[in-house]
């Protein structure tokens, strides 16, 4: 069973940082891509980051692309997300989720593509 636990969220003000942790569990946890995506009261959830098995491919979405760092290491099952130059509109559960196939090498933006899904950490950003 994956279990993947997301950490680090928090109120922060504009202008500021968090850093987001997605701990999996598992002895494949290095073997697939991991994405972040995020759900703001009242919208759908929507794409933020996603990072190939090796670390190598990563893809942001346009609304945080150069303020958004996504990382892994794999020797401690863990994915990161680096927020900086946060804004109100980042506000949003954050969600990590895990890509339903191995080894795919360019991380994908959909979330039909993630099959196990974190239960979320709470970032707020106040103006």
């Known amino acids: 069973q994956v279990q993947l636990v997301e950490s680090g969220g928090g109120l922060v003000q504009a202008g500021g940082s968090l850093r987001l942790s997605c701990a999996a569990s598992?002895?494949?946890?290095?073997?697939?891509?991991i994405g972040w995506f995020r759900q703001a009261p009242g919208k759908e959830r929507e794409f933020v980051a996603a990072?190939?098995?090796?670390?190598?491919?990563?893809y942001y979405a346009d609304s945080v692309k150069g303020r958004f760092t996504i990382s892994r290491d794999n020797a401690k099952n863990t994915v990161y997300l680096q927020m900086n130059s946060l804004k109100p509109e980042d506000t949003a559960v954050y969600y990590c989720?895990?890509?339903?196939?191995?080894?795919?090498?360019?991380?994908?933006?959909?979330?039909?593509?993630?099959?196990?899904w974190g239960q979320g950490t709470q970032v707020t950003v106040s103006s």
């Open positions: 598992g002895r494949t946890f290095s073997s697939y891509a």
């Open positions: 990072i190939s098995w090796s670390g190598g491919r990563v």
């Open positions: 989720a895990r890509d339903s196939t191995v080894g795919r090498t360019i991380p994908l933006p959909l979330d039909r593509q993630y099959d196990y």
